[in-house]
């Protein structure tokens, strides 16, 4: 579904036209493509005369903090609940980008379907809800923001891409395709990234200010967990980490410091799934990785109240973690035949 036009006509054709008051959401603990999309988009619309504002389910890595519109975003907690749901209220226009069920962002979500505003969903997940008044939504993009930038390009705007919005969209393109390696590195990503990268930018400091900003303490996490926590299953070509709250307090975890984490797992040799299960105290994280045909996406679904993409899926869990993952542990025997045979 790719409501291009109709979008376009909403959004305007020209500066000058009435200006309209837009908020731009995401998913919870937004990545790179979370925000890049969003501040990008969000560039874009402030350049079409429109007033946005973007606003998070919850906060994020600092990582990201340098992204261009940054310091206009507002993080929700629980001591903003009035501000937000008059920004909702007072919305003619409400885009939903990098996620496609109202589940995903916590607290916005009954402010998103109680809204009023006309609603914009952009996303590249599997199976969306369908609670959007318009859509641009493709599964085979690589990342949300290359839906933004084929929207802005066939709408014409491609003279009002500029280095900001360009280092926002560049950032999720780059971070959603494992760095231009995943296989969902098209053709379309490659030329897309080329686009940008004619306006200027800095791909050698993007990708430095997203990966090369890490906390001693993220690094002391990551070493205590590779060394006590990993745990291979070479019988299910199976690999996992759990990381129980005491642990996440013991490191000074912020947002956004396990995030990769699950990667290591996935890269033991023989390994193709691999998974995270964190405890967030309110419940069980989970997020799987797998490599080839080996839906991670299906496992999710089916056991862990979750969804995402066929390699890259996340989950939940209301039980305690030792439950959560005697649970994963008891399915994968359904999945051994298949896991045997993913190449
Ligand atoms: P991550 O493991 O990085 O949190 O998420 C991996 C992928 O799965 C991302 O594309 C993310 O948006 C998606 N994902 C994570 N958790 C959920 C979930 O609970 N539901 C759905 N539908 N998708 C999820
Ligand atoms: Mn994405």
Redesign the pocket.
């Known amino acids: 579904m790719q409501d291009i036009e109709a979008i376009g006509a909403v959004i305007g054709k020209h500066p000058g036209g009435p200006a309209q008051t837009v908020l731009i959401t995401t ?1 919870q ?1 937004p ?1 790179a493509d979370a925000m890049g999309s969003s501040l990008g988009l969000a560039g874009y619309l402030r350049k079409k005369g429109h007033r946005v504002t973007v606003v998070t389910p919850t906060d994020y890595g600092q990582n990201l903090h340098w992204m261009p519109g940054n310091e206009g975003v507002i993080a929700f907690d629980e001591k903003q609940r009035v501000a937000v749901s008059q920004l909702f209220d007072e919305a003619d226009l409400i885009f939903c980008l ?2 496609s ?1 109202l589940d ?1 962002i916590r607290e916005l979500g009954p402010l998103v379907r109680q809204s009023r505003a006309r609603k914009v969903m952009i996303d590249h ?1 599997l199976e969306p809800e369908s609670f959007a008044d318009l859509t641009l939504w493709d599964p085979t993009a690589a990342a949300t923001a290359e839906l933004v930038y084929r929207l802005i390009v066939e709408l014409g705007d491609r003279d009002l891409l500029d280095v900001p919005i360009a280092e926002c969209l560049y950032s999720g393109l780059m971070t959603d395709t494992g760095s231009f390696r995943h296989s969902n590195t098209t053709g379309n990503v490659h030329r897309m990234a080329a686009n940008l990268l004619d306006l200027n930018i800095d791909v050698s400091s993007i990708h430095r200010r997203i990966f090369d900003n890490v906390s001693l303490d993220k690094f002391r996490m990551l070493g205590y967990v590779l060394n006590e926590k990993l745990k291979v299953l070479p019988q299910y070509r199976f690999a996992y980490i759990t990381l129980t709250d005491a642990e996440l307090k013991r490191y000074r975890s912020k947002t956004g410091d396990t995030e990769g984490m ?1 990667n290591y797992a996935l890269a033991v040799e023989g390994v193709v799934m691999a998974c995270i299960l964190i405890d967030r105290v309110d419940e069980i994280r989970l ?2 990785r797998s490599v080839g045909d080996f839906s991670v996406r299906e496992l ?1 679904s089916t056991h862990f ?5 066929r390699n ?5 869990s209301k039980s305690s973690l030792a439950e959560t993952e005697q649970k994963l542990l008891s399915i994968l025997p359904d999945y051994q035949q298949k896991l045997a045979e993913t190449v």
């Not at 109240?305 to 993409?309: K, S, T, V």
């Not at 890259?312 to 939940?316: D, E, F, I, L, S």
């Open positions: 998913h603990n990545d990098d996620f069920a995903r997940h699950v997020s799987f999710a109240n979750g969804g995402g993409h890259a899926a996340g989950g939940r």
